[in-house]
């Protein structure tokens, strides 16, 4: 019997999975699996069940609770013990112990200096993760210290790859997981340094210092202390350009993910990245939502999308693709039939002529057959200039991201603003629940850093830009 709960509560038996009562019944299996293979005294959890107040016979209303879940699960996993009951389960089969297990494993590579094999380890012990842990008992006060120590637990596990990844030359591909991550984790010393060693050895130097000033500001706004000394040491070590903070010798970034992987120069969009890295999370957790990300043509739209979809890869995610034909003949829903055809036979049949009635129901399918393949990993669902999409594939867009808030679903859409595009497309954009992202050019600063990447640093940055606007494409056409 398989139990998880880095993500909603789940238990599997032979037959498949198992399906649990109520609140209580939840609760009081999360309880035992929180204290797994020890004895958990009947009087305690009384107390945690019912916190505020308990039935007047509270111990003939723990029995109830405990038979209904024994039924369940076999009375030879929950057992009775003297003054209380065990849950009995091999450490194998339950994600959490396996999870420590590994970033455990992760945490000595590290120490011992074998960052290749810490990072695999990491990866692996981060990938048992579904999301937030026991999202269903968030509220409840019994929980919330020990799902506040998971989350603790992943978050250290985290900044133990993202070490990994520094050490072997991946300061590029963690630049903006760092920048989400210490936005939502302001007051993380280890982040904020890892933040400014993966600007700094990317050639922002600025970026690191600007940091730094960040994090001190938040440090005194919250607690009314300075930075540690690790952090303060390395913000002088960044103004004097140590050589210690370059990147080891010899290192190589860990293999990518099989797949294709993004291609070309990328530079500036590092808040972007941190946004959709994200939404990912949300997705991972859940907590599914729709960005619509727009600009003018040659901007960067796709390549930006294109960056996050490998760093999906790199987490674990599912990435899919729908892209909308400029040159039109296209069959209707055809950015969907791209996107989805790995779904084979679990999707529904989507019928151009179908009237009302039977396009919803088709469309509902859609979204069922999405959740359900987002169940074992969070997807990463694209459609690619959506503005040349006919209005079928509009309207069902339309549709699932209204589905998306319970589903583990990021959805993306790239489309270029103008007067005449289609109206349902612009229903979607001024739609208040969705997100948007209108990219702008590159500043000076950032079209200096693609000069350097692609081996033309000798132009003058300030000519290229003016020349160009900052448009990427344009830059690229002007010095390729």
């Known amino acids: 019997m398989k139990f998880r709960i880095l993500g909603p509560l789940e238990v599997e038996g032979s037959a498949g999975e198992i399906q649990l009562g109520g609140g209580k019944q939840r609760a009081l299996l999360a309880l035992l699996l929180l204290h797994a293979n020890e004895v958990v005294p009947a009087s305690r959890l009384i107390e945690l069940l019912w916190t505020e107040t308990a039935p007047a016979d509270a111990a003939k209303a723990l029995q109830v609770q405990v038979s209904r879940l024994r039924r369940a699960l076999g009375a030879d996993v929950l057992r009775t013990r003297p003054g209380g009951y065990l849950l009995a389960v091999d450490p194998e089969s339950f994600d959490l112990p396996r999870f420590e297990k590994r970033a455990a494993t992760g945490r000595d590579l590290l120490a011992k200096g074998d960052a290749a094999g810490a990072r695999r380890?990491?990866?692996?012990?981060?990938?048992?993760?579904?999301?937030?842990?026991?999202?269903?008992?968030?509220?409840?006060?019994?929980?919330?210290?020990?799902?506040?120590?998971?989350?603790?637990?992943?978050?250290?596990?985290?900044?133990?790859?993202?070490?990994?990844?520094?050490?072997?030359?991946?300061?590029?591909?963690?630049?903006?997981?760092?920048?989400?991550?210490?936005a939502r984790h302001p007051l993380r010393e280890r982040l904020r340094a890892q933040q400014m060693l993966a600007l700094y050895r990317g050639g922002r130097q600025a970026e690191a210092l600007a940091a730094y000033r960040e994090a001190r500001r938040a440090l005194v706004d919250e607690l009314g202390i300075e930075p540690g000394k690790a952090l303060q040491e390395l913000e002088q070590a960044i103004l004097r350009q140590d050589a210690a903070l370059d990147v080891p010798a010899g290192a190589a970034p860990a293999p990518p993910r099989p797949g294709r992987r993004a291609a070309g120069t990328f530079v500036g969009r590092d808040r972007e990245v941190g946004e959709l890295a994200a939404a990912l999370e949300d997705a991972a957790a859940g907590r599914g939502?729709?960005?619509l990300v727009s600009g003018e043509g040659g901007i960067g739209k796709t390549r930006l999308v294109d960056e996050v979809a490998s760093r999906a890869k790199d987490a674990g995610a599912g990435v899919l693709w729908g892209r909308c034909s400029k040159r039109g003949g296209a069959p209707p829903y055809w950015p969907w039939t791209q996107a989805l055809q790995s779904l084979g036979e679990e999707l529904p049949e989507l019928d151009p002529a179908a009237g009302e009635t039977e396009r919803f129901r088709s469309f509902a399918g859609v979204a069922a057959a999405l959740k359900e393949a987002a169940a074992p990993r969070p997807l990463l669902l694209v459609f690619d200039d959506v503005h040349h999409s006919d209005e079928l594939s509009l309207l069902l867009l339309e549709f699932v991201a209204g589905e998306l808030a319970e589903m583990r679903v990021a959805l993306v859409a790239t489309y270029v603003e103008s007067p005449g595009m289609p109206a349902a497309l612009a229903?979607?954009?001024?739609?208040?629940a969705h997100h948007r992202l209108r990219l702008q050019p590159l500043g000076v600063e950032d079209v200096a850093r693609f000069l350097e990447l692609t081996g033309t640093a000798h132009a003058d940055a300030a000519a290229v830009h003016a020349e160009t606007g900052g448009n990427p494409r344009l830059v690229w056409q002007r010095v390729r």
């Open 289 to 291: 939502r729709l960005f």
């Open 121 to 182: 380890a990491l990866s692996e012990a981060l990938a048992l993760w579904r999301g937030a842990p026991l999202p269903e008992l968030a509220t409840d006060p019994f929980a919330r210290p020990e799902l506040a120590r998971l989350e603790e637990l992943r978050l250290a596990a985290i900044e133990d790859r993202i070490q990994a990844d520094l050490i072997l030359g991946g300061h590029a591909q963690v630049v903006g997981e760092l920048e989400a991550l210490a």
């Open 427 to 432: 229903a979607l954009a001024d739609h208040s």
